[in-house]
C-alpha cells in the first residue's frame, strides 16, 4: 500500500506519522510519502490532504501541475482522506462564514457543502468528544479554525455531528472511499479514523 500526504503546508508530518502508526497497527504492509509534484501521484493507492490554509494550499497545487492531476484522480476513484481545509478541498461547495463564495481552487469530489471559519478564528480554537459513525466510543475532536458541514447529498453523507448550542453541524462526512473531517484527528493520539479509512483502501 502506497499512501501520499499532500506537502505544501500544514500538519504535513503529523499525518504522515499517524498513517505509518495506523499501518503497523492493522499489519499492512506500506509506505508514506510527501507529495508536492505530479509525478508522486503516479502509483497511489490513497492520498491524505491535511490542514492548513485551504486557499494557499490550491493555488500552490494549481501551480505546480498538481490540483488538475489530483482532482482526475480523485474524482476518478482514489481514496482521499481531507482533514480541516482538506475538507475543504474536498467540498463540490465552498463558502466562507464572512465573506461568503470564495471561488478558490478545490477539487470537488465530494457532494458536500463547507462553511470556512465557522467556528471562528484561530483563538476560537476548542476540543470536543464526538460520536463518529463506525467508531465504538468517542473520538476526541481538536478543532483550529475549522469549518462545518452544513449538507451532505447522497452519496455523501454526514457521519459525526456537534452541537454548538446554537446549531447541530456536521464535522465529518464520507462518500466512498473518501473521508472529510472538519477537526484534526492528526493532532491526537488516537489512530482509529486513519485505520478506518485505511480499511476502506484495503477492501
Known sequence: MRIGVLGYQGGVYEHVYMLRRALEELGYTGEVIVVKKPGQLEGLDGIVIPGGESTTMGVLARRTGVLERLRDSIRGGLPAMGTCAGAIMLAERVRDRVVGETGQPVIGAMRIEVVRNYFGRQRDSFEAD????????????????????????????????LDTGQAKVGVAAVQGPHIATAFHPELTGDTRIHRMWLRVIKK
Open 130 to 161: 464526538l460520536e463518529v459513525e463506525g467508531l465504538d466510543s468517542p473520538f476526541r475532536g481538536v478543532f483550529i479554525r475549522s469549518p462545518a458541514i452544513l449538507s451532505a447529498e447522497p452519496p455523501a453523507r454526514i457521519t459525526a455531528w
